[in-house]
């Protein structure tokens, strides 16, 4: 499986980049999380309140994925 994971705002300046390829068997949102969370590098996706998205749709982390999706973790944001 292959899927194209997005960082915006505070999530893609603490990781240092925007979007990176993964390759595995993922088979929630939430299994991308973990994922990456694990290395030390992405601790910032261990927050309570992070927020995300599959192909640009608001979605919660037990959202199932397939081969081609994409995935967006970012931070909770407000308006004014």
């Known amino acids: 499986m292959s899927i194209n994971v997005l960082f915006f705002a505070r999530y893609a300046e603490a990781v ?5 390829e993964m390759e595995g068997e993922f088979a929630t949102v939430g299994a991308v999380r973990l994922a990456l969370a694990n290395d030390a590098d992405f601790a910032v996706l261990n927050e309570a309140s992070l927020m995300c998205a599959r192909n640009e749709e ?13 995935v967006a973790f970012f931070p909770p944001v407000t308006g004014g």
Request: net charge negative; charged share 35%; with cysteine.
């Open 58 to 70: 608001l979605c919660t982390l037990d959202e199932p994925l397939v081969d081609g999706d994409e």
């Open 16 to 20: 240092g980049f925007d979007s990176l």
